[in-house]
């Protein structure tokens, strides 16, 4: 996959921004913004925009603003943009004092829509809705012109002027660019720049009863703030003609739209409209149940900033669509919390072991390392007692061949303790093995052991007397298909995987994590990375288990 440390070579959009510098193009200024509409969470798709956005900001020492679309008030709140400033923060960006909200211009916007139609072009359309996507055309046919387009100036002015002061219905008539309605690019077939909607504004309340288009308010709003290179993903590609038209005919300072290929993933869906679904449908639990592909569902599941970055670098950015292996993500999570995941010994599913001649009564403090990537993590102590548990399948009665783990009268090591062998199994009345009992080798303590003996298995290990019960709740992929969205006969609903979420409520733990904190990383020796759920309490701590500790995915597929 490559160290992302190794990428060198510029990207296009970095191509651009440079020969812009090098010709001295707006003063040689890099400034940059990331716009999200304020109608849902950010998800990982963003998290590419905005490390691109801040990151070309930082790289070329310019400037990356954060500015809320917020246009299309019914589906808007204050909740989302609260949200959405967490979340770029937890990324490890600033915007600074530079916090804007497209809505600031609205009565910018407003004199701008005046002032083009004063040059006549622009138009109020009394059409229905159903009227005008009928006089739009196609792409084979050119559109037909609305009775309305040739009103006077001062019509269009006065019309507009009671638009705004919402003397007409919502959806009764729109502002509409006056450009060309046979033009082979749809959008430039004079497009609606404003809307009548009587609705409240989470930030402007009542005060408007028109709302910009998205058109008209994302270019105007890039040049108020004198953006250089304003970056979108490809579908707005078409709609860069209108973008230049508009601010080409008000004269105003003209940012460079830029597109790239927007981020999709395996097993995923991006659709914020979808994943709103999921949430007001009760799929998941909220917006940051650690299946959604939300950065706060990811923090929550134990991602970090670091691994998030690392991810958008290593995929880069393209100019063609593509879909990406939800297996990189995976791998630069596991590649981060390798450096630096405290590694423990848990237990999911025990099962007990009597070391019959180890003293009664007796508990030794044995030393563990905490992460052998890291040498300054140092170590960490763990009670040894009588009575521990393993992991259920780390032991068999009749082992095929090749299983190195504990079965009757075979030998392995418990990890920082000593060698073991498994002399008698107990069974219950339904022949069920419920308790092994074992012998321990004194001579055989790691770090001091002069026995010499070798054992193929090591296994991991908790203290019945000292060991803490948690709850782990065990992800997996939300959807069973690559491509949830990809069969258009089906809703993505019928992909959700039912085994998405194994909640297992009495895992043993080392109790050396009993004080951590909400997100705290650790690896769980032999089972993956997992991290302290906000849902723990004093009682019981909640672990979400964030990765395997390999691609068991793949080849469980292959079977
Ligand atoms: P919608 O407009 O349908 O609500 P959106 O995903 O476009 O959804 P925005 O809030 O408009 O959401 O997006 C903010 C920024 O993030 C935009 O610049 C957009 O291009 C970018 N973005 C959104 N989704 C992705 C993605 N999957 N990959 C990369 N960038 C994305
Ligand atoms: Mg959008």
């Not at 995929?315 to 939800?326: F, L, N, P, Q, Y």
């Not at 297996?327 to 999911?348: I, P, Q, W």
Request: hydrophobic share 35%.
């Amino acid at each position: 996959m490559g160290n992302v440390e190794e990428r060198q070579s510029l990207n296009f959009i970095e191509s651009i921004i440079e020969k812009d510098i090098s010709e001295k193009k707006n003063e040689a200024r890099v400034h940059t913004r990331f716009p999200p509409e304020p109608n849902g969470y950010l998800h990982i798709g963003h998290a590419k925009s905005i490390c691109l956005n801040f990151g070309l900001a930082q790289k070329y020492d310019g400037l990356c603003n954060l500015r809320f679309d917020d246009t299309n008030p019914e589906k808007e709140n204050d909740e989302y943009v609260n949200s959405i400033k967490k979340d770029v923060k937890w990324l490890g960006f600033s915007w600074d004092e530079r916090e804007f909200f497209a809505s600031d211009y609205f009565q910018q916007l407003y004199d701008f829509a005046v002032a083009l139609i004063k040059q006549g072009k622009a138009y109020v359309d009394d059409s229905t809705p159903d009227e005008i996507n009928a006089m739009r055309g196609s792409t084979t046919e050119p559109g037909k012109e609305s009775p309305y387009r040739n009103r006077s100036v001062e019509e269009n002015l006065d019309l507009f002027a009671k638009m705004k002061d919402g003397e007409f219905e919502s959806g009764s008539r729109i502002l509409r660019a006056k450009i060309d309605m046979a033009s082979p690019n749809i959008h430039l077939r004079d497009p609606a720049l404003y809307r009548i909607k009587k609705v409240h504004h989470h930030r402007t309340g009542d005060a408007w009863n028109i709302y910009p288009m998205y058109d008209w308010a994302h270019g105007l709003s890039d040049s108020i703030e004198g953006i250089t290179h304003s970056i979108c993903t490809l579908e707005f590609e078409v709609h860069r003609p209108l973008y230049d038209w508009l601010l080409d005919q008000l004269n105003v300072f003209h940012p460079q739209q830029i597109e790239f290929a927007r981020l999709n993933l395996t097993f995923t869906v991006l659709s914020k409209r979808k994943l709103l679904q999921l949430v007001t449908e009760n799929h998941v639990n909220g917006w940051d149940d650690p299946r959604m592909p939300t950065i706060s569902g990811l923090r929550r599941r134990g991602y970090t900033p670091t691994s998030l970055r690392n991810f958008a670098t290593r995929i880069g950015v393209a100019k063609r669509d593509g879909i990406v292996d939800v297996a990189v993500l995976e791998h630069s999570v596991r590649e981060d919390l390798n450096k630096y995941a405290n590694r423990v010994m848990c237990v999911t599913d025990p099962l007990k072991i009597t070391i019959t001649n180890y003293p009664e009564g007796q508990t030794e403090i044995l030393k563990a390392i905490n992460n052998p990537e890291d040498p300054d993590a140092g170590t960490r102590e763990i009670p040894f007692s009588k009575e521990i548990f393993i992991e259920k399948d780390d032991f068999m009665e009749n082992p095929p061949k090749k299983f190195f783990r504990l079965s009757p009268g075979k030998e392995v090591r418990l990890k920082y303790a000593y060698i073991i062998k498994c002399e008698e199994v107990v069974k219950d009345e339904n022949g069920e093995v419920v308790e092994l009992l074992c012998t321990y080798d004194p001579e055989t303590k790691s770090g001091s052991d002069t026995t010499g003996k070798k054992v193929k298995g090591t296994l991991h290990w908790a203290s019945a007397e000292h060991a803490l019960k948690i709850e782990v709740r065990e992800y997996d992929r939300l959807f069973t298909v690559e491509d949830p969205s990809g069969d258009k006969e089906k809703d993505f609903k019928e992909f959700i995987n039912p085994d998405s979420l194994v909640v297992i409520s009495d895992a043993l733990i080392e109790p050396s994590v009993k004080n951590a904190q909400v997100e705290k990383n650790y690896q769980f020796e032999r089972k993956g990375y997992f991290c302290v759920d906000r849902e723990s309490d004093e009682n019981k701590l909640v672990f979400n288990r964030t990765v395997t500790l390999r691609d068991t995915w793949a080849k469980l597929n292959k079977k």
